[in-house]
């Protein structure tokens, strides 16, 4: 059992912070919305007031924060994870962000005597409510080898990818997979539907060959039935292409495919669609078409 402070209680933290007091784990947690720290006291965890209180004393430091500013505000500064926890402590960052902010973060810990690990997650909100998520770790062996107690608790599939700021990189490739298999689905539904086919027939047999994928498998029903409750929503997979466009810039590569998904995603967001799940994609085709849902 570890002393774990986890920061950031949203759709994902709080469920995963559950999961992680269901371990055996003493948690105290902090958000600025008490919604979460709520939850995560419903299922015995402990409220703190602030960030220092939730890493006073803790060995492992979690956070989990929707953008690069949240971590970095989270981090940095007096009332910041890196100014209180006590050295050796092991912080692990769950968010997605630009693998810049990983790597600074990281370097900034070292300095403190900290162990840091960058370590995204696919699976979204269901993913993070059943503990299957799939962790993309950057980071010394080490520090991965220590985490394993808390990444088991949250999810089924963790792998070291490199130093730090790779898992980010590897999670901004996972988002743009994410994005372009939504579109074409999508793109699917609106050609099956247009022709007079029976799209939900035809998305069946679909799923069942070699196009088929975890997407087709989740959300093909809830896309069918235009209902776009967020699971994870238009506006954070709009900063995750951002992230990945960013990520494509620094490695010097050209990724046309991203690009056209990225704009596909704004577009989403600049129609108003941005607090709608990623598989509302669906609603941008059907504007460029001139359809509305059959």
Do not use: W
């Not at 070292?110 to 269901?126: C, I, M, Q």
């Not at 539907?193 to 069942?208: H, L, M, P, S, T």
């Amino acid at each position: 059992m570890s002393k774990i402070g986890f920061i950031g209680l949203g759709i994902m933290g709080a469920p995963m912070a559950a999961h992680l007091v269901r371990a055996g784990h003493d948690v105290t947690g902090y958000d600025v919305a008490p919604k979460g720290v709520d939850a995560l006291v419903a299922a015995g965890g402990e409220a703190a007031s602030g960030v220092p209180a939730a890493v006073a004393g803790a060995e492992v430091v979690v956070t989990m924060l929707p953008q690069d500013e949240h971590v970095e505000a989270v981090y940095f500064g007096p009332d910041g994870v890196l100014e209180n926890a006590a050295p050796g402590t092991l912080c692990i960052d769950f968010s997605t962000i630009r693998p810049e902010t990983s790597i600074r973060v990281a370097e900034a810990g070292r300095e403190r005597g900290l162990r840091v690990l960058d370590a995204p997650v696919s699976g979204g909100e269901k993913g993070a409510q059943d503990a299957v998520l799939s962790i993309m770790v950057g980071g010394d062996e080490a520090d991965v080898a220590a985490a394993a107690p808390v990444f088991e608790a949250v999810g089924r599939t963790v792998a070291r990818v490199g130093g730090s700021g790779a898992g980010q990189y590897v999670k901004a490739a996972n988002q743009l997979i994410v994005g372009g298999t939504y579109a074409l689905v999508a793109e699917a539904i609106v050609l099956m539907e247009a022709a007079g086919v029976d799209a939900r027939a035809g998305i069946d047999v679909i799923a069942g060959g070699l196009a088929a994928s975890r997407i087709l498998d989740l959300k093909r029903e809830s896309m069918l039935d235009r209902e776009f409750a967020p699971g994870f929503r238009i506006d954070l997979h709009h900063k995750d292409m951002g992230i990945a466009t960013a990520a494509a810039r620094s490695a010097g590569v050209s990724l046309p495919m991203t690009g056209m998904v990225a704009q596909l995603i704004a577009a989403a967001r600049a129609r108003g669609y941005g607090s709608l799940d990623h598989s509302a994609l669906l609603k941008v085709v059907e504007d460029l078409s001139g359809r509305t849902a059959a």
